[in-house]
């Protein structure tokens, strides 16, 4: 059985930064893209970044320079490091194996100060 259980969010002031950690379980981590997505309320969902098996990464322009997207194959984890946060970034936060079909439950993101 697929998981995919976020965890990290929370309440940031402008400027600060959060950890979100995606623990993923029920097949071969290793072998699959991950990606984070976001949907802040009356938005469309969102792709922030992705990470391929192989490790090359992208983001969406907003978040450039900010969010680093890394995985740790070992531990079956993807993680999205944010700092420099916005309160345009807050937002339900989603961690997805898309080629396999799978998301988390969302973790919330709340930057206010």
């Known amino acids: 059985q697929v998981q995919l259980v976020e965890s990290g969010g929370g309440l940031v002031q402008p400027g600060g930064s959060l950890r979100l950690s995606c623990a993923a379980s029920?097949?071969?981590?290793?072998?699959?893209?991950m990606s984070w997505y976001r949907q802040a309320p009356g938005k469309e969902r969102e792709l922030v970044a992705a990470i391929k098996a192989g490790g090359s990464t992208n983001y969406v322009d907003s978040v450039k320079g900010r969010f680093t997207i890394s995985r740790d194959n070992a531990k079956n984890t993807v993680y999205l490091q944010m700092n420099s946060l916005k309160p345009e970034d807050t937002a339900v936060y989603y961690c997805s194996a898309p080629l396999i079909g799978y998301w988390g439950q969302g973790t919330q993101v709340t930057v206010s100060s």
């Open positions: 029920g097949f071969t981590f290793s072998r699959y893209g």
